[in-house]
């Protein structure tokens, strides 16, 4: 059984730092797209940043040059580094999974695999 947990959230002024983790269980695929989403109260749920197999990177317009996603394929640990935060940046973050990554990799619908979400919250 997959499951995905989260950490490492919190609340931080702007311009600062957050790194969080999402430790990976139950994995038993060779293949993996993993990646963070974000959702604000009443927005909908939109893609931050993904990783592929072999390490390939894509982000969000919105966050390009500010977020690194990584993986840890010892520790079975995925992060999201965010740094020069803004209120903006304010929403539940949750890690995703899924063996193969949608042709649209920010499709949530897309996904099963999901972790419960930890809030970041950024004030001005």
């Known amino acids: 059984q997959v499951q995905l947990v989260e950490s490492g959230g919190g609340s931080v002024q702007a311009g600062g730092s957050l790194r969080l983790s999402c430790r990976v269980s139950g994995w038993i695929y060779s293949r993996y797209c993993m990646g963070w989403f974000r959702q604000a109260p009443g927005q909908e749920r939109e893609g931050v940043a993904v990783?592929?197999?072999?390490?390939?990177?894509l982000y969000a317009d919105a966050v390009k040059g500010r977020f690194t996603i990584s993986k840890d394929n010892a520790k079975n640990t995925l992060y999201l580094q965010m740094n020069s935060l803004k209120p903006e940046d304010t929403a539940m973050y949750y890690c995703a999974a899924e063996i193969y990554c949608p042709v649209v990799w920010s499709m949530f619908s897309d996904y099963r695999f999901w972790g419960q979400g930890t809030q970041v919250t950024v004030s001005s």
């Open positions: 990783i592929y197999t072999g390490g390939r990177t």
